[in-house]
């Protein structure tokens, strides 16, 4: 018996389950997917939903996995190498952020610890909705700083403020931006005045959009490492589907080199519900031939091996990605001592600047009008 419900709403409900979109912004965009595309990829979309795809966990596909430019129609990943490094840069940073939202007092782990609220994959740009609270650590973990041993964060990184959001954006990469939407000029400095309470940011404090160049200390690092760690390409594809993992306590992703990305996260969803996800032929993970390994009772690893080599390191092995969720913690937090609420400060300043009233957003530079020769 023929599914009842349109192609257009099956295929929303789907994607809502990785971005977190609202029918505003979800349906205009599957709408215009799907009618890209020619009557037979819409009739192997039907037979793949229509289908639970549990055998590709397993490494056995029952249907033909759709063609490629299907899934960028459905959910794009990012198209140049630029941006894949900025979105893989801003997940780890996220999965550090973390660690400051469980101080944000009262402090509790019980309390959920969420960067992202919402996603929007676009061929041409990724936007970002951040949850209350979150821009600060994530500015913390994201600008480009120098310490006495390297440099942090994530080099080149610049950020161009606009009315109500905020472009982070790679000064010596023109193909790389990220939106940060529905930030308001007092959430962007209090922000501020969160990293600036934890860091000294230098030169680079962004607080106007002048774009200042790469420094000897960015050049330098861009020359002997990746811009952030872990394999780029997959991490941007994690990125763009973070909303996976919406319903959890907190989510940590991490990587080491090139090769491997972990994943943890606490409470709620499954594992099992993850790795469908991740796998699905349509919206999951970009690639065939994705190899499941359950290598304990807590997690699983995903291998493609047909994923190309880090350029960097011809000798590295096909991207890891290491799944692993953590127990609810039995209680909340206790802060017992210095140290403890020293680490939690921040959040007076973050607070303090949002309480001040009527903050103005700063005017632009202009150039001089030339006079008008009569």
């Not at 929303?12 to 029918?23: K, N, P, V």
């Not at 996976?244 to 709620?268: K, M, N, Y």
Request: with cysteine; net charge neutral; charged share 20%.
């Amino acid at each position: 018996m023929p599914h009842r419900m349109s192609l257009v709403r099956r295929l929303a409900l789907l994607r809502r389950m990785y971005t977190g979109e609202t029918d505003s912004s979800l349906l205009p965009t599957v709408t215009s997917g799907v009618q890209q595309l020619a009557p037979d990829d819409r009739a192997q979309l039907h037979a793949i939903l229509d289908n639970d795809n549990v055998g590709r966990l397993f490494g056995d596909d029952e249907l033909t996995p759709p063609p490629t430019h299907v899934r960028r129609t459905m959910l794009a990943d990012a198209p140049t190498e630029g941006q894949r490094e900025l979105e893989s840069g801003i997940l780890t940073a996220a999965g550090r952020a973390v660690n400051y939202l469980h101080l944000r007092m009262p402090a509790d782990l019980l309390r959920p610890a969420r960067v992202f609220r919402m996603v929007r994959p676009h061929a041409h740009e990724l936007v970002l909705h951040l949850e209350g609270g979150a821009l600060g650590p994530l500015l913390v973990e994201l600008m480009p700083r120098i310490t006495p041993d390297e440099l942090l964060g994530v080099p080149g990184l610049r950020a161009r403020l606009h009315r109500r959001h905020v472009e982070l954006y790679l000064v010596d990469d023109v193909s790389a931006a990220v939106h940060l939407s529905n930030v308001s000029y007092r959430q962007w400095t209090a922000a501020l005045a969160f990293a600036e309470s934890l860091v000294d940011m230098g030169e680079l404090r962004w607080l106007g959009n002048d774009p200042t160049p790469l420094t000897d200390a960015e050049r330098s690092a861009l020359d002997t490492r990746h811009r952030s760690p872990g394999p780029a390409a997959l991490n941007s594809a994690l990125l763009r589907r973070a909303c996976i993992f919406g319903d959890a306590l907190w989510l940590v992703p991490w990587s080491r080199g090139c090769e491997t990305t972990h994943v943890e996260w606490a409470g709620q969803p499954s594992l099992g519900r993850v790795a469908r996800l991740l796998l699905h032929p349509l919206f999951g993970l970009p690639g065939d031939g994705h190899h499941v390994r359950y290598f304990d009772a807590a997690g699983l690893t995903v291998t493609d091996p047909h994923a190309p080599r880090c350029l960097m390191h011809p000798t590295s092995t096909s991207p890891v990605l290491a799944l692993r969720p953590e127990p609810v913690p039995d209680g909340p937090l206790e802060l017992s001592s210095p140290g403890w609420r020293a680490a939690a400060s921040p959040w007076a300043a973050w607070q303090r600047v949002l309480a001040r009233s009527n903050p103005t957003f700063p005017k632009q530079a202009t150039a001089p009008t030339p006079p008008i020769n009569k």
